[in-house]
């Protein structure tokens, strides 16, 4: 059940603070004032900011990336918080909420995997299981389901979603690897596609596949082939944003050449 956060709100009012000003002209005066601050949670070195998404129900929700306190939720604008802790009773312990959405009839979707974990001898750090996990909560976040086909496989990490207007549902991540596939691939950016808020996901069928971990990975930053494994990814979140009707953005950069660089794409030949 959600609870009241331990912490204590605490409100600081700040001066006003100068951002920019142009060379002449008006656009010179312009100065932003920081109004307030609220505290959410008592200082922790685990929680952090993932994402943070409105529902249709006007509640702002934080990912902190924790499963307790879990998400963090607001009714009044963010002037006080109540934690909702997340119960993944279907995914092995110690998950971490790597993405985060709520679907416009309020259902909460969760992306979440193992955390990196330093190795016993404390001289290396990685992903000690790199499945990731598809989970849905219809009861405001009391309990998360795992979506059905919604394991991903070896090293599918760094995920983003974006849910549009229109209800089409898009996963961005590493592509990962399949049984068989080719260990170069794993590095590649991809996004998997839904339509229709998830009930099926393109798969180069007519049909579609309802199982979202067989959804056709469109590779929109393939990674470099010509260099070694350690320079060909991106250590980036392969950050997704809908800029207009069926015209996206993604971001990413590669270790090879640290450019940030942003792809805009759209999807052809739509039914």
């Known amino acids: 059940m959600p609870k009241r956060t331990d912490s204590v709100v605490i409100w600081f009012v700040f001066s006003l603070t100068a951002v920019t000003a142009w060379a002449g002209g008006s656009l010179a005066e312009v100065q932003l004032f920081i109004e307030d601050e609220v505290i959410l949670a008592p200082a922790s070195a685990d929680l952090d900011t993932y994402n943070v998404v409105r529902g249709p129900d006007g509640a702002i929700w934080l990912n902190t990336g924790e499963p307790k306190p879990g998400l963090f939720r607001s009714k009044d604008q963010g002037r006080t918080w109540e934690t909702v802790p997340v119960e993944l009773s279907q995914a092995p312990p110690g998950q971490h909420l790597a993405g985060f959405h709520i679907a416009r009839d309020g259902s909460l979707w969760l992306l979440h995997q193992a955390p990196p974990r330093h190795t016993s001898d404390g001289k290396s750090f990685g992903y000690l299981d790199r499945r990731v996990f598809f989970s849905k909560s219809t009861d405001g976040g009391r309990s998360f389901r795992e979506v059905p086909g919604g394991l991903f496989g070896f090293a599918s990490y760094r995920w983003s979603m974006v849910w549009t207007e229109d209800d089409w549902l898009v996963l961005a991540s590493h592509a990962g690897q399949d ?61 997704t944003v809908e800029v207009s009707k069926n015209r996206f953005l993604t971001f990413a950069a590669y270790k090879k050449d640290n450019i940030l660089r942003g792809r805009f794409w759209r999807l052809e030949n739509l039914p």
């Open 179 to 239: 049984p068989g596939q080719n260990n170069d691939s794993i590095g590649d950016h991809v996004l998997r596609i839904s339509l229709n808020g998830g009930k099926s996901w393109l798969d180069g069928t007519e049909e579609g596949t309802r199982l979202p971990a067989k959804a056709k990975k469109f590779a929109v930053f393939p990674a470099y082939r010509d260099v070694g494994k350690a320079d060909h990814y991106s250590a980036s979140v392969p950050a």
